[in-house]
């Protein structure tokens, strides 16, 4: 009767923390995937989509061009000032730890804008200089037409949902690429030490 209660009141807390969740996250929209996609990239990784993007400089890229390096890649928008801030903040600390393999063409960092209809190479150049990027080892780039966005968020697990504010809600992770191309980790940002750890695990570093 005593495990009976404890389970009861066990399953009670979940459904009162997912209803709380679920207010907060615009119905779980932006977040309840997060821990399921993160498990299944794990498991089977994803292939990246041959995707034409625009760089901060202008140039046009294809992610299929960036195969037989490691690249790291995080989703943001320009206007953001939460998560795309502590985002830019562990890839200008990523830059500096990741020296030598970005020296040697082992590894590329990709900071991809979801908002492309705004975020013009000269906001996406502007994004990189506030965190004083060092350079051509941290890339900034949007997707070329809607059709690509939509496949590279379908593809990465992104979810956006507009804040109705003009801004974003979206989740957040730094994605791991291997030279394969294919998505082999997503990692927590702001923990640097763990995420370290990750990096050597798998040989970038």
């Known amino acids: 009767m005593s495990a009976l209660r404890t389970s009861s009141a066990s399953v009670a807390l979940v459904l009162a923390g997912g209803a709380l969740l679920a207010g907060a996250t615009d119905g779980f929209q932006a977040f309840t995937s997060e821990a399921a996609r993160r498990v299944a990239v794990h498991e089977r990784p994803v292939m990246v989509p041959p995707v034409a993007l625009e760089t901060q400089a202008g140039d046009r890229i294809n992610l299929a061009e960036l195969r037989g390096k490691w690249l790291l890649v995080d ?16 890839f ?9 393999p970005i020296a040697s063409g082992r590894v590329q960092l990709l900071s991809i804008s ?4 705004h975020d013009s190479p000269r906001e996406l150049a502007a ?4 965190f004083h990027r060092r350079g051509p080892g941290w890339l900034a780039a949007r997707p070329t037409n809607e059709a690509g966005l939509i496949e590279l968020k379908r593809r990465f697990g992104v979810t956006v949902v507009p804040d109705g504010l003009g801004g974003y809600t979206h989740n957040a992770g730094i994605h791991l690429v291997d030279p394969q191309g294919r998505i082999v980790e997503i990692l927590d940002f702001g923990a640097q030490q763990p995420l370290m750890q990750s990096l050597r695990r798998f040989g970038v570093m």
């Not at 998560?83 to 903040?89: R, T």
């Not at 979801?114 to 209809?117: A, G």
């Open 75 to 90: 989703f943001i928008y320009t206007g953001c000032r939460t998560l795309c801030l502590s985002l830019g903040s562990d």
């Open 127 to 130: 994004y990189l200089e506030r």
């Open 92 to 100: 200008a600390r990523l830059e500096g730890e990741l020296t030598r």
């Open 114 to 117: 979801f908002d492309p209809s």
